[in-house]
């Protein structure tokens, strides 16, 4: 905003430097540049003011695509004043000569006439499109042909006005759109996950299953290993007790030959013995036989000999007697 000093019929202007002044009298422009300071006679002088400083133009236009979907579009546009003369016989600048205010709105006249620009650029891609096309493609294109729509059409320029840059911040359908259009989505996400947590399900069962086999296989092997454990116990128990049987049957026959051999010792002694008690006479036998008894008694206090006794003996005595030539004679 320029400052304007106030004088008896006389006034100063002194403008800033991005601002661009012009002195008209008459309908002549007798001054034009910028950062400008001089005196005036206010009677006599109009002046304007033109901003020389790039602007930043927002704006939120909303479109329908091809398939008559409705889309939101939001950026911003960059300009600035190339020249300011032909700007400033455009659009009126003109400021109170008391306070150096603009006295029109000659921005938002630009900013109106660059939107209405930019709507149209925006219209004409926006329906050349599908919205799966728009959406997929994102902010790139759009803003290329934003850009191409004012460098070709040149109404900005014919003005004094430059476009220095043009952004677009977010193509955005509507909400119901925008939810129809994440539905596959989300149903897509949402089958991966429930397929990764299928897939999770089945490892952990596939693995708990292998865990089952390795417990069960080990436990086989444990069982095959104990029965082969039990049965060499049992062979080596059947061969201790065959082994046993075996030195059992061993002693037991040597047992049974010292037997053999002591009975037949005992049995040829009495043989012998026998042998020899044959020739002796028997009085010699009965002698013997009394002896024998007698070392057998520990104590003898009272002998009976009846004559029954008696008469038994001497019975038994002739018949020896008797016996003894035919013993002798089968002898010879």
């Not at 008391?98 to 006295?103: I, Q, R, S, V």
């Not at 900013?111 to 149209?120: F, V, Y």
């Not at 010292?258 to 008690?277: G, L, S």
């Amino acid at each position: 905003m320029a400052q304007i000093q106030r004088y008896p019929f006389l006034r100063h202007i002194r403008a800033d430097a991005s601002c661009h002044v012009q002195q008209f009298h008459k309908g002549r422009r007798v001054r034009s540049g910028k950062g400008l300071s001089f005196w005036f006679l206010p009677a006599r002088t109009s002046l304007s003011e033109i901003p020389m400083d790039d602007r930043t133009l927002p704006f939120l236009l909303k479109g329908q695509s091809r398939d008559y979907q409705d889309l939101t579009v939001q950026g911003s546009i960059i300009w600035r004043v190339a020249n300011a003369e032909v700007l400033g016989d455009r659009i009126d600048f003109t400021i109170d000569l008391k306070k150096g205010l603009l006295l029109g709105q000659p921005i938002d006249q630009i900013n109106d006439q660059i939107g209405s620009l930019g709507r149209r650029y925006i219209s004409a891609y926006v329906k050349s499109n599908t919205v799966r096309d728009l959406l997929e493609a994102g902010v790139e294109p759009l803003q290329l042909a934003l850009r191409n729509g004012f460098a070709e059409d040149g109404t900005m320029a014919a003005m004094g006005v430059e476009i220095v840059g043009v952004g677009v911040d977010d193509v955005s359908p509507s909400s119901a759109l925008a939810r129809a259009l994440q539905t596959p989505t989300f149903e897509d996400l949402q089958q991966r996950a429930d397929e990764a947590t299928f897939a999770r399900r089945a490892l952990a069962v596939e693995k708990e299953r292998a865990i089952a086999e390795n417990e069960l296989s080990t436990k086989i092997e444990l069982e095959t290993q104990r029965k082969q454990l039990i049965a060499r116990e049992d062979e080596n128990a059947r061969f201790q007790a065959e082994a046993q049987a075996a030195a059992l049957k061993i002693d037991a026959n040597a047992e049974a030959g010292r037997i053999r051999t002591i009975d037949q010792a005992r049995t040829d002694m009495e043989k012998e013995r026998m042998a020899v008690y044959a020739d002796l006479p028997p009085m010699v036998m009965f002698a013997m036989a009394a002896q024998e008894f007698a070392g057998k008694l520990q104590n003898i206090d009272n002998l009976t000999v009846t004559p029954d006794m008696l008469s038994n003996v001497i019975g038994q005595v002739q018949g020896a007697m008797k016996a003894n030539p035919v013993r002798d004679e089968a002898r010879s």
